[in-house]
């Protein structure tokens, strides 16, 4: 009898970075304690008191998101689901926000001792990057819209840099999605835009549309980037996850990018749901062993699953894998 976590499709034979849990999917909608359609794509960070805190992505029956904070002692299982939402779209106030709000991602900012979380705010005029600070999850400043549509994909790096804040997001245009990064005195002002990442073209898996998928994960070797890429099929897109390092004192210099995906759907609770073949992360905890990565991930536009990655092993597979980005795009744009 197959159950859903047998992996369905064969064995490919890579070593995977990215090892699912075997609880997942960890959360349904089945799970919360209001009525909804579906829960998926969770920011993610750790409380102080190590608590694991999700804030969750949930989609009604009118098909508007709005944001729900989980809370469990493990990061797996024995959740603690807010009562009712936490962060509702308020277009009286935020007239962006009239189409809900979705895909958040957040940063502890320690000169702020306050939590930034960035979310795509789907407004008349297509999907938009807005900002809100919170101490505690339960109150929050808005900063409004950020970044005008079309963007999404957005985090803040938890530091300034060279005195600036720094954001990743995506804007979209005729000529493809790709990664930009901007800087702000202020977090309300933004500018210096440049391009950081590209998306390939042709055939690749990561052609036409990337995205930021977590924040960026600090290590002592640079910034590490998981990015989303988005592959158009005649029965639909197809979301997997791709790998790269960026300088940490100049973010946009992209140090290494791999070729392959790392990690795609394969899972049953991946291939089939509302939208087929997704895995979306949008949030991590790192354990206190300073190595171990705890992904949180939309399976599906459905679910919340959960899978685990070493740093270590990330960086090594970089090196025997990844190239520098001037040679990538010399060779394949
Ligand atoms: C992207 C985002 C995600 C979603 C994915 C698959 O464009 O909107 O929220 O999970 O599509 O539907």
Same mark, same amino acid.
């Given at each position: 009898m197959p159950t859903q976590n047998i992996i369905s499709r064969p064995n490919t034979g890579f070593e995977p970075l990215l090892v699912r849990h075997p609880?997942? @999917?960890?959360?349904?909608?089945?799970?919360?304690p209001y009525l909804i359609n579906s829960v998926f794509n969770a920011a993610a960070t750790l409380l102080p008191d190590g608590t694991t805190l999700l804030l969750c992505r949930c989609e009604d029956r009118r098909g508007l998101s709005h944001l729900c904070a989980a809370r469990s002692a493990n990061g797996v299982d024995g959740w603690q689901i807010?009562?009712? =939402?936490?962060l509702m779209p308020s =277009?009286? &106030?935020? =007239? #962006?926000?009239i189409w809900g709000i979705e895909d958040p991602r957040i940063t502890f900012v320690p000169e702020l001792q306050q939590y930034v979380v960035t979310y795509t705010s789907y407004s008349r005029g297509g999907p938009g990057v807005s900002l809100a600070l919170t101490k505690d999850f339960r109150t929050f400043e808005r900063y409004g %819209?950020?970044? @005008? =549509?079309?963007?999404k994909d957005s985090a803040l790096l938890p530091r300034r840099i060279n005195g600036y804040w720094a954001l990743i997001h995506r804007p979209a245009t005729n000529l493809g999605a790709h990664m930009w990064i901007s800087y702000s005195p202020d977090l309300r002002h933004w500018g210096s835009h440049r391009l950081m990442l590209e998306a390939r073209r042709g055939?690749?898996?990561?052609?036409?549309k990337i995205g930021l998928s977590p924040p960026p994960i600090e290590t002592s070797r640079g910034w590490l980037v998981l990015y989303h890429g988005v592959r158009h099929t005649p029965s639909g897109c197809l979301y997997r996850l791709g790998l790269a390092l960026f300088d940490? #004192?100049? @973010?946009?210099?992209?140090l290494l990018r791999g070729d392959s995906w790392i990690f795609g759907p394969e899972a049953e609770y991946e291939l089939h749901?509302? %939208? &087929? &073949?997704v895995v979306f992360p949008c949030g991590y905890t790192m354990d206190a062993d300073g190595d171990t990565l705890n992904i949180y991930y939309g399976a599906a536009d459905c679910a919340i699953a959960l899978a685990r990655a070493s740093v270590r092993s990330l960086l090594g597979w970089l090196d025997a894998n990844g190239c520098c980005e001037r040679r990538q795009r010399a060779q394949d744009l």
């Open positions: 609880a997942n @999917p960890i959360l349904t909608s089945k799970d919360w807010d009562s009712e =939402p936490t =277009p009286k &106030d935020y =007239p #962006e926000e %819209v950020i970044m @005008p =549509p079309d963007d055939a690749w898996w990561d052609a036409n940490l #004192e100049n @973010p946009e210099k992209c749901g509302d %939208v &087929d &073949d």
